[in-house]
């Protein structure tokens, strides 16, 4: 039996290696550089830890326009997109999904428009999954240059299925402060 045991956690530890593996060459590949800026899809706080995490940690220095408008793209080379819905979010900035949904979906146009890597990033885990977040997560992902998520947001790999539609590199990391490290990695 304990043989068995240390078979079955040698195995499962030699995946999770390889899925971290895999990440991170997935992340090498692609390549993104600033100016950038940081927006939600959804108006949820996972917007703010994000921004805390990648300027106040990681220095990248991005601009923060949580409502951020195509005008606002102007001398940017890179988008990064935070998904997940807040009622209560988006009832705070004044708006319905309809209009936040209208809103992305100009800034993913403008974004493309103009040359604009875009980045897909989602830490929300479980928690940030449902109907509403699940359409900000289809309008966006296919339209990313790649996407970060979070696994535990991932169980029914909707983001690999959204992704594939264009093969937009899904990296897949176990932890927050991970896919902070992943985006970190690809910008040059």
């Known amino acids: 039996m304990r043989r068995f045991v ?3 956690l040698a195995a499962t ?3 999770a290696a390889a899925t971290v593996v895999a990440s991170s060459a997935v992340a090498a590949d692609v390549t993104l550089t600033r100016p950038g800026l940081l927006t939600s899809a959804g108006q949820s706080p996972d ?26 793209l102007a001398g940017m080379k890179t988008l990064v997109v935070v998904l997940g819905v807040s009622t209560k979010g ?16 100009a800034l993913l146009k403008a974004a493309r428009d103009q040359g604009i890597k875009v980045l897909a990033l989602h830490i929300g885990g479980e928690a940030r999954r449902g109907k509403t977040s699940n359409d900000v997560i289809s309008l966006v992902v296919p339209e990313a ?9 991932n169980k029914d790999k909707l983001f690999n299925q959204l992704a594939a539609r264009r093969n937009v590199p899904v990296v897949e990391v176990e932890r927050t402060t991970a896919a902070g490290d992943a985006v970190k990695a690809m910008f040059r």
């Open 6 to 8: 240390r078979r079955s």
């Open 145 to 153: 240059d790649c996407a970060v998520v979070v696994a535990a947001g």
């Open 47 to 72: 917007v703010t830890i994000v921004k805390v995490l990648l300027n106040t940690q990681l220095k990248l220095g991005l601009e923060y326009k949580p409502l951020a408008q195509p005008s606002d």
């Open 90 to 105: 988006l009832g705070a900035a004044g708006l319905d999904l309809d209009k936040e949904l209208a809103r992305v979906k």
């Open 13 to 15: 530890l030699t995946i």
